[in-house]
Structures are given as structure tokens and as C-alpha cells.
């Protein structure tokens, strides 16, 4: 039983020890452009945390798309913000103040189990875009 136990609790503490903690800055002008997440396509696993920080003011995050059983999410205006990944999936997500600009990314957790509603709302995302179109499909087209 003890030696039950002691296995249990190293496969807990080894999951959690490998969990990766990615930071998302909220950008005024980044690598691509105006309006941007940095990184903008992030590919992690369940466990894994994001963290989206307000480099510049005016910014927040809102999600559009997350997989099955997971909660969406919405942060405060110029507030750090974690985000515990915690299905398989594809998250997409935008600033809701600079959606037209196309401010905007995708979390691939793992399998992409819902790939097909992510590529369709974040191609109509882009497509609304009144800058920056082809952004969101650049990014659907990392998804494997």
C-alpha cells in the first residue's frame, strides 16, 4: 500500500514538474505587425499554463473558440492574466478592443480535436479583419 501510494505521488509531482509556463505579451507592434500577441501561435500540452501579460495598455483576452469541456475565458483590461490549459485542442482568442486589427492567436493543446470549429471561426475572424487579414490563417495553418 505505501509503495502504492509513494508511485502515485511521483507520477503527481512529475506531471506538474514538466508542465511549461508560456508568456504571451499583448503588443502595440511586434514581429507581425501591428496589434499582436507574441508569441501568437503556441503549441502546449494539457497541464501547461499561458500566461498573456499587458506589455502596452489597452489590452485583454477573450476567447472565441476552446475545446470541449473547457471553460472560456475573459481577462481584464491591462491585468496579467494565466490561463491553465487543461483539454485537448485548439483555443483561439482575441483582443476584443483590437478584433478589426486582427489581434489575435491560437493555443494548440495536443491533438487538435476541434480543428474544423477553430479554422472556421478564426477564418471568419480574419475575414471581418479591416487589418492585418491572413494573420489567423497563417496561424490555423501551423496547427498539426
Not at 481584464?76 to 485548439?90: A, I, N, R, S, W
Not at 493543446?109 to 472556421?120: D, F, L, M, S, Y
Request: glycine content about 8%.
Amino acid at each position: 500500500m505505501k509503495k502504492m501510494m509513494l508511485t502515485g505521488l511521483a507520477v503527481m509531482l512529475s506531471s506538474t514538474a514538466f508542465a511549461a509556463n508560456y508568456e504571451v505579451k499583448m503588443l502595440n507592434h511586434g514581429a507581425d505587425g501591428g496589434m499582436v500577441f507574441e508569441p501568437a501561435f503556441i503549441k502546449a500540452n494539457v497541464g501547461d499554463t499561458v500566461t498573456f501579460v499587458p506589455t502596452n495598455k489597452g489590452h485583454w483576452v477573450q476567447s472565441k473558440v476552446v475545446p470541449e469541456g473547457a471553460e472560456k475565458f475573459l481577462s481584464k483590461e491591462d491585468e496579467q492574466f494565466e490561463l491553465k490549459l487543461t483539454h485537448e485542442g485548439v483555443y483561439v482568442y482575441v483582443c476584443p478592443p483590437h478584433r478589426m486589427m486582427n489581434m489575435s492567436g491560437i493555443i494548440q493543446v495536443g491533438t487538435a480535436t476541434n480543428k474544423e470549429k477553430a479554422e472556421k471561426v478564426a477564418l471568419d475572424i480574419d475575414k471581418r479583419a479591416m487589418d492585418n487579414k491572413g494573420r489567423l490563417k497563417k496561424y490555423i495553418e501551423q496547427i498539426k
